[in-house]
T-cell receptor, first 112, second 115 residues
C-alpha cells in the first residue's frame, strides 16, 4: 500500500543552523508530494509541494526535491529561525480521487 | 474567502455520550476529508466524502463512527457511545478537486476529550 516514512524527532537546532528532515515514500503510479507544517494548537498548513519527478517545491526558505529514483522528498532549509519551531508532516496523494496520506510528523525545536 | 471552519474547537463528553463534530469546507470545495491525530501517531486518515457520497471510509472504525456530507450544510463526523480512547484531535480538510496534484486545506481541528 501507499505510505510515508519520516525521520524520528525531535530535531533540536540552534538558530541559523541547516535543517534536513528526511522523508521517503511508497506509492503506486505517479504520486504528488507535499510538506505541511503544524504550529501548536493549530491545523496543518501547506508549506510546499511537488507534482512530478525532479520538481522542486519551495516556500519561505524551505525546499524539497521530488526524487523518484530514491523515492524521497527531503525537506531542507539553509538557516532556521526560532519561528520555524513546529511539527512538519510529509504527505502524498497517490492518484486522483484519493485522500492525502501522512507521515507521523517530525517535531523541530529551534533555540536562540 | 474563509478557510475550513470546524466547530466546536474543544468538546468534552462523558463516556457513553455522543460527539458531533462539524466541518464547513472552503467555498467552492466539494471534497472533504477527516483525519484523527493522536500524540506520537501522526495524522490518520478516516474518511473521504464528496457531496452526499462517501468515497472512501477505509480508515473509519467499523463501529460507533459515521460521517456525512449532505447537499446542504456542513460535514458531520459522529461518534456514538464515546470511550476514553476516542480522545484526540480531529481535523477536517477540503479540496476543490480530487486531482492528484491538488492540496488539501485544513481546519483548526476539534479537540475531543472523553472523561
Amino acid at each position: 500500500g501507499n505510505s510515508v516514512t519520516q525521520m524520528e524527532g525531535p530535531v533540536t537546532l540552534s538558530e541559523e543552523a541547516f535543517l534536513t528532515i528526511n522523508c521517503t515514500y511508497t506509492a503506486t503510479g505517479y504520486p504528488s508530494l507535499f510538506w505541511y507544517v503544524q504550529y501548536p494548537g493549530e491545523g496543518l498548513q501547506l508549506l510546499l509541494k511537488a507534482t512530478k519527478a525532479d520538481d522542486k517545491g519551495s516556500n519561505k526558505g524551505f525546499e524539497a526535491t521530488y526524487r523518484k529514483e530514491t523515492t524521497s522528498f527531503h525537506l531542507e532549509k539553509g538557516s532556521v529561525q526560532v519561528s520555524d519551531s513546529a511539527v512538519y508532516f510529509c504527505a502524498l496523494r497517490s492518484q486522483a480521487g484519493t485522500a492525502l496520506i501522512f507521515g507521523k510528523g517530525t517535531t523541530l525545536s529551534v533555540s536562540s | 474567502n474563509a478557510g475550513v471552519m470546524q466547530n466546536p474547537r474543544h468538546l468534552v463528553r462523558r463516556r457513553g455520550q455522543e460527539a458531533r463534530l462539524r466541518c464547513s469546507p472552503m467555498k467552492g470545495h466539494s471534497h472533504v476529508y477527516w483525519y484523527r491525530q493522536l500524540p506520537e501517531e501522526g495524522l490518520k486518515f478516516m474518511v473521504y466524502l464528496q457531496k452526499e457520497n462517501i468515497i472512501d471510509e477505509s480508515g473509519m472504525p467499523k463501529e460507533r463512527f459515521s460521517a456525512e456530507f449532505p447537499k446542504e450544510g456542513p460535514s458531520i463526523l459522529r461518534i456514538q457511545q464515546v470511550v476514553r480512547g476516542d480522545s484526540a484531535a480531529y481535523f477536517c480538510a477540503s479540496s476543490p478537486t480530487p486531482q492528484v496534484n491538488t492540496e488539501a486545506f485544513f481546519g483548526q481541528g476539534t479537540r475531543l476529550t472523553v472523561v
